[in-house]
């Protein structure tokens, strides 16, 4: 067909330069010219820049794709129908199909009175895509995500995933293609989660279609939603992931993607789509007031009476500290197997069944099958269980890597694994820095760790060595739990940047003491007794690689531990509670009331103690008369006060 013919079937013709023309576009409401019609090289070039296809715009003419070629010679591409994707009301009636053709294009046809299909959608009623499929699963309370296109909702509903989108592709900011009634069709939905496209580049005119889309369905649905989300799905299995589809042809699972909407914060139109390697996040106070830290969705480790403690969430980083030789390795893959059942690890549970990985580079596989089997023969496990152990622990050795190279291949290791936590040990064999140099491991924790664990989501905990032991005890005495922290060799920015610092020591012969140095008072740990504690006594298995926990040893006639160590009691009854014993009320206080106190108390003189040592510890404070008790058994201040 020669142009003039061509343009002769539109409206609004003007010129736009040399063989080129802006018109109405046939294949939508056009309120005004965003039609481009050129010739060029015995070609009509069609461009409609709403978004309209090109099978979309001839079809509405009642063309042929051939109908573009002016020139004899020139051939039409041969194209098939691959898909059809039906758009129904809510009464489930047909209103219109988009077609999927291979070479990649679509057009969109609907069905006149007589039944035969007419190629455009002029007076069809628009709507999004299985809507009475949505209106239902919306009924049922469920989330309902939004995608960019058909193909990806039906693998979304194949997986059990309420999904929809708009007709006629991804749309920008300036010319949506989302629409209001849209919205409108879906009003009774409470949850919303948009799936934006992770387009590689922008268009020809520097827009990013798949976030811009996103953008304008999440802020169509906050007029009526009350919770609406937005994000990118993250890679999957080594593999770029674009949208959902990849995702699922990936190896990604309904309960995976459940899990990273669980993670998504509420629509910001300020910050809709945060730089994952640049840590920052806005919340108005509103927004903390509202937030429930006991159902934190990204607390993994941590539960206490069906509560969240959040003691380890998604993206924290921690440090697991210890002496070469002492088998902190071994107590590491303890912990592991055991959070990988989701059973408790001296009273530290993690909210599910984990999975884990193990990164070594000390320890051949002789010395990893030693734990393994001393810990499965010592625990009561199930042949189930040992399925279980199977798939969610992956242990690997890694050699030859450091600094970026390293945490660049982990960041792959942990996407193939679907990882929740990943231990390295020991980490700084890969850091590749001078870790007494504050700068050093300023970039290592900034540039390399953090992005890694805000693109994952995973939680890190690096096994790490302490320094030269020293001889004296003395150098001991008085210190707090908090002094514990900074056992480990290297600059404080380390134990600063940690969410948790957990550190073993020997104590005595065939006695060892893991504290929880940081956060331990969230972790919940017990004694055998039960009594929560941020210091867990433990000693070797005698016959295989297993640690066992025991009870706190006893204490000598100072109040000390063996070797002369004084008790935590010892250190408060000894410390100037001047200011605590002032606080005493004339008229008296009860056992629980004036232990709570002492326990508020020494949290502002950060000496870590638990209800139940302050309880014992109001005692020895009548005893060395900074307290008195009355007659009828409540405590008021006493006369070494």
């Known amino acids: 067909m020669k142009l003039e013919d061509f343009l002769a079937k539109l409206e609004n013709v003007k010129p736009a330069g040399e063989s080129s023309y802006m018109c ?13 019609v050129k010739g060029a090289g015995g070609k009509i070039l069609v461009r409609c820049f709403a978004g309209c296809s090109t099978d979309s715009v001839v079809g509405a003419m009642d063309l042929r794709m051939g109908d573009l070629f002016s020139e004899p010679g020139a051939k039409e591409a041969v194209k098939r129908i691959v898909a059809t994707y039906d758009y129904r009301d809510e009464m489930g009636d047909l209103l219109f199909q988009t077609v999927r053709y291979d070479p990649k294009d679509f057009r969109q046809r609907h069905k006149d009175a007589s039944g035969q299909w007419v190629w455009n959608l002029k007076g069809v009623r628009l709507v999004p895509y299985r809507l009475p499929e949505c209106l239902e699963a919306i009924n049922s309370g469920k989330t309902l995500f939004v995608s960019e296109g ?5 693998i979304l509903w194949k997986n059990g995933v309420p999904a929809t989108c708009n007709p006629l592709g991804g749309g920008t ?3 949506p293609k989302w629409r209001e009634e849209f ?18 580049k922008p268009n020809r005119q520097g827009e990013w279609v798949g976030k811009e889309h996103a953008i304008t369905i999440a802020e169509s649905f906050t007029k009526i939603c009350p919770e609406v989300r937005v994000g990118i799905l993250p890679n999957n ?10 995702w699922f042809t990936q190896g990604g699972t309904a309960e995976k993607l459940m899990e990273f909407h669980s993670r998504l914060r509420l629509f910001n139109r300020a910050q809709p789509f945060p730089n994952p390697s640049v840590l920052h996040d806005t919340w108005t106070v509103k927004d903390l007031i509202a937030f429930d830290p006991t159902a934190d969705a990204n607390a993994v480790i941590g539960i206490k009476d069906g509560k969240t403690t959040r003691y380890l969430c998604k993206g924290y980083g921690s440090w697991f ?31 599910r069944p984990l999975r884990v990985l193990f990164v070594e580079s000390e320890n051949d596989e002789g010395d990893m099958a030693e734990p393994i089997q001393g810990i499965l023969d010592s625990i009561a496990i199930t042949p189930a269980e040992v399925d279980l152990i199977s798939e969610t622990l992956k242990i690997s050795r890694c050699r030859g890597l450091t ?18 936590v990943v231990y390295v040990d020991p980490l700084l064999r890969f850091a590749g820095i001078e870790i007494s140099r504050t700068e050093q491991c ?3 924790l900034n540039q390399w760790i953090d992005p890694m664990l805000a693109r994952t989501g995973v939680i890190m905990k690096g096994i790490h060595h302490t320094g030269k032991p020293k001889d004296d005890q003395k150098s001991k005495k008085g210190m707090t739990i908090y002094d514990y922290m900074y056992s480990g060799i290297g600059s404080s920015e380390l134990v600063n940047w940690a969410r948790a610092v957990s550190v073993v020591m020997p104590i005595s012969d065939g006695l060892f003491e893991l504290k929880l140095a940081k956060r331990g008072r969230r972790a919940w740990a017990t004694h055998p007794n039960g009594d929560p504690t941020t210091s867990l006594f433990l000693k070797h298995h005698p016959e295989r690689i297993f640690w066992e926990q025991t009870d706190p040893p006893e204490m000598d006639e100072h109040g000390g531990k063996p070797g002369g160590r004084p008790s935590q009691v010892d250190v408060i009854s000894r410390h100037n509670l001047h200011s605590f014993c002032a606080e005493c009320k004339p008229e008296g206080e009860g056992l629980n009331e004036i232990a709570k106190r002492l326990e508020r108390w020494l949290a502002r003189e950060k000496i870590d103690a638990s209800l139940s040592t302050c309880k014992r510890a109001i005692p020895a404070l009548v005893a060395n008369a900074k307290l008195h008790k009355t007659d009828d058994s409540t405590y008021i201040k006493g006369p070494e006060a």
């Open 321 to 351: 500290i210890g002496q070469s030789g002492l088998g902190k390795s071994s107590l590491a893959i303890q912990e592991a197997v055991l959070w990988c059942l989701g059973r408790p690890f001296f009273g530290v549970t993690p909210i």
């Open 24 to 36: 109405r576009c046939p294949a939508h409401e056009d309120g005004k010219a965003s039609l481009s």
């Open 442 to 444: 300023t970039m290592l």
């Open 237 to 246: 299995n080594g593999h770029r992931t674009k949208d959902a589809y990849d």
């Open 173 to 175: 900011i300036k010319n």
């Open 183 to 200: 919205t409108e069709c879906l009003r009774s939905v409470k949850s919303v989660t948009i799936l934006a496209d992770n387009d590689e």
């Open 150 to 154: 058909e193909k990806d909702c039906d």
């Open 403 to 420: 600094g970026k190279d390293f945490f660049d291949w982990l960041e792959k290791e942990v996407v193939a694994h679907h990882a929740d």
